[in-house]
């Protein structure tokens, strides 16, 4: 049945009774949360499949903020007929098969799909980054210390996870009631089928936690037509890279115990020693490229030595990869593209995550997007900064173990025919061509914060993504299709849902501050800011909920297409429009996130990673020139949030 969802993970701990916790080792772990991780994964709503007419009404109401009336009535009439004909016998299927798979999501499988079939490369694509804020102490910036303190948090947040002792993800939407022990003593003795709703009282949203079994010993693995997900928790090693070359080396004991912190560090400094030049085919170059073709250089690989294949099994079956660069770049752009690309040698992009760190101790996670989103991720890697620049485990100080590192690290060899070692060349200058492709700036903006923007009772979001909606329309004169990235890890095996942001309220609030001919005062734009932040919010909050229209639409759509016709509602040239992503974003504030990005989506579009913290407001944007002009943007997304700030400081913007 391919609707069975690909989430369960051999040796997981997610379906069992058993009580791991007083197996482990206290040094072994983060904290011991009272409540246990999986508390509450059993009793998590459903993710609603939303009514087929407010699907159809709000596609229409984001359809019409980007087509010309005549366009808008075809799309109209196309709605109609969708409604009257295909589209209510798609959704009572989906409806009927959603009831039949209580274990998962309706978007589930569709999204793996969509994210495994794809052949296009992972690198720029799909694997985002998001980079570590520096840690206050320059002695924990070297690059061994941190690397090591880094790597004994990671399998700290590991096992404390597989001990079913972290702390489970919860929204609280009143930290200070919910946030507490109380709520926690409380939660704890609800039983598992009721727990969520216990919370709930408390206005407490236990979240999804279904993706952590794949955070570790994880890979995608490229197979023709659709890539796999593959997990091996039983794999005891960490996978280096460095200068091209592979290594391995033990980081959990015969008994699954962190090997002590200081012999792990003797093991990286090995490493880092090694002198051996680049390798002159580096079988990283093959991750890189198209799908298809690194499936068949795959098998190639697999059959051009006895041991190959065992030594692919030992990189896809590693608890992470971690990555060290022998460079100090310092530039923001240069620091983007060593994190979200880097040289196409030094990284294997197939791994659940890349932990990244440059020779100046600059840290970032690059990973793999199909097996799970930034929830999950943002989770470990707070957990990760959070311990490691407060409770580090080694110094510069810190005592050489006792231990022959040269009996412990292995470096991985291949034997390559001459068919990879032509491919390896061909993969390296694509994606040397790749990379070169992509065009990248960023903004770091002081002027006003997240703190202000409440101050004026607007959401510092909706401000935000109305100065992405300005900046574009003053750069190109017309509004483009949006896409806000928003979790929808409330509800069992959520995903994402799409906030369309560019709305009717944000074209008329552009048109007040950008066209000639309008003559609005102060109190004409701060109203049209207030009703962008009041819809823009609605529409947050009901994709948030499951109720935007973007993910039943592809639900129905990959129905349709499983059942071999598409209805002519997904022909419509609209429907595609509305679905050419020109403004990709997304974004996330945390203290431990410097910065982050990833690729546009589409050749004529940008993609936007933003934050708006007290400390700054802070763009980060990508393109593929000469489609477009990422400077240009910047420039404009500059221009927007003075604007912005002019009408909050009561004054007129100049035109
Ligand atoms: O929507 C989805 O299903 C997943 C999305 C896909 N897409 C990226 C295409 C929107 N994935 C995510 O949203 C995860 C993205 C994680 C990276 C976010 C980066 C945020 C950057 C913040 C820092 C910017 C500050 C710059 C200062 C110079």
Not at 457 to 482: H, M
Not at 592 to 614: K, Q, R, S, W
Not at 641 to 654: A, N, Q, R, S, W
Request: aromatic content about 10%; some cysteine; glycine content about 4%.
């Amino acid at each position: 049945n391919s609707y069975r969802p690909q989430t369960k993970v051999a040796g997981s701990r997610e379906d069992s009774k058993i009580n791991y916790s007083t197996l482990v080792a206290d040094k072994d772990l983060l904290h011991k949360s009272i409540v246990p991780t999986n508390h509450f994964q059993w009793s998590l709503p459903r993710l609603p499949v939303p009514k087929l007419e407010d699907t159809c009404q709000r596609y229409l109401k984001s359809q019409q903020v980007i087509l010309s009336d005549q366009e808008y009535s075809k799309t109209e009439a196309a709605v109609k007929q969708f409604l009257s004909g295909d589209g209510p016998v798609l959704h009572k299927e989906l409806v009927a098969m959603d009831k039949e798979n209580k274990q998962t999501s309706y978007i589930s499988e569709p999204w793996f799909e969509m994210y495994l079939a794809d052949r296009r490369p992972l690198v720029i694509n799909y694997n985002p980054f998001i980079a570590f804020t520096d840690d206050s102490k320059p002695e924990n910036m070297n690059q061994l210390v941190r690397a090591t303190n880094m790597v004994v948090s990671s399998l700290r947040f590991m096992k404390t996870y597989r001990a079913n002792l972290l702390e489970p993800d919860i929204f609280h939407l009143y930290p200070e009631k919910s946030d507490t022990l109380q709520f926690r003593k409380f939660v704890r003795l609800l039983p598992r089928a009721v727990s969520f709703y216990g919370a709930y009282w408390y206005k407490a949203f236990p979240l999804d936690m279904s993706q952590y079994p794949r955070l570790f010993n994880s890979t995608r693995i490229p197979r023709h037509e659709k890539d796999q997900l593959f997990t091996d928790v039983t794999a005891k090693h960490l996978l280096v890279l460095r200068n091209g070359h592979f290594y391995i080396f033990d980081v959990l004991d015969k008994n699954g115990s962190i090997v002590a912190p200081n012999v792990i560090m003797s093991h990286i400094n090995y490493i880092l020693e090694d002198k051996r030049p680049p390798p002159e085919y580096p079988i990283a170059a093959l991750c890189t490229g198209n799908r298809d073709k690194w499936a068949s250089n795959r098998i190639q690989l697999a059959n051009a030595g006895v041991m190959n294949e065992k030594t692919l099994k030992l990189i896809d079956n590693a608890v992470f990869a971690l990555i060290l660069d022998d460079h100090s770049p310092t530039d923001p752009n240069e620091i983007t593209r060593t994190f979200l690309h880097g040289d196409g040698v030094n990284r294997w992009f197939d791994k659940s995550f890349q932990l990244i760190l440059t020779k100046d101790g600059r840290a970032a996670v690059n990973f793999e997007h199909a097996w799970g989103d930034g929830v999950a991720v943002l989770r470990y890697f707070n957990e990760v900064w959070k311990e490691t620049t407060t409770k580090p485990f080694v110094h510069l100080t810190t005592p050489k173990a006792m231990v022959d590192s040269s009996a412990h690290v292995q470096h991985l060899d291949f034997m390559l025919d001459p068919i990879l070692r032509e491919n390896i060349k061909i993969a390296k200058s694509d994606f040397d061509r790749h990379v070169k492709s992509v065009g990248l700036d960023h903004l770091e903006y002081q002027t006003f914060n997240k703190s202000y923007i409440k101050k004026q009772k607007l959401s510092p979001d909706s401000v935000l993504q109305l100065a992405i909606q300005l900046a574009y329309t003053r750069q190109y004169g017309k509004t483009a299709a949006t896409y806000e990235s928003c979790s929808t890890a409330a509800f069992r095996h959520g995903r994402t849902e799409t906030v369309r942001s560019a709305t009717m309220a944000t074209k008329t609030a552009c048109d007040l501050f950008l066209n000639p001919k309008k003559n609005p005062t102060v109190a004409d734009l701060r109203a049209a800011m207030l009703e962008c932040s009041n819809i823009h919010s609605q529409l947050t909050k009901e994709a948030a909920m499951g109720q935007g229209f973007d993910r039943h639409l592809f639900a129905l759509k990959h129905l349709a297409q499983n059942k071999g016709s598409l209805p002519d509602f997904f022909k419509d040239p609209s429907y595609a429009k509305l679905n050419h992503i020109i403004l990709s974003t997304s974004t996330l504030s945390s203290p431990a996130v410097v910065i982050g990005g990833f690729g546009a989506v589409t050749p004529d579009g940008y993609g936007v990673g933003y934050a708006v913290e007290d400390s700054r407001i802070g763009f980060n944007v990508t393109n593929y020139p000469p489609a477009t002009d990422v400077h240009g943007f910047i420039n404009c997304l500059r221009q927007s949030l003075d604007d912005i700030y002019t009408v909050f400081e009561g004054k007129l913007p100049k035109k």
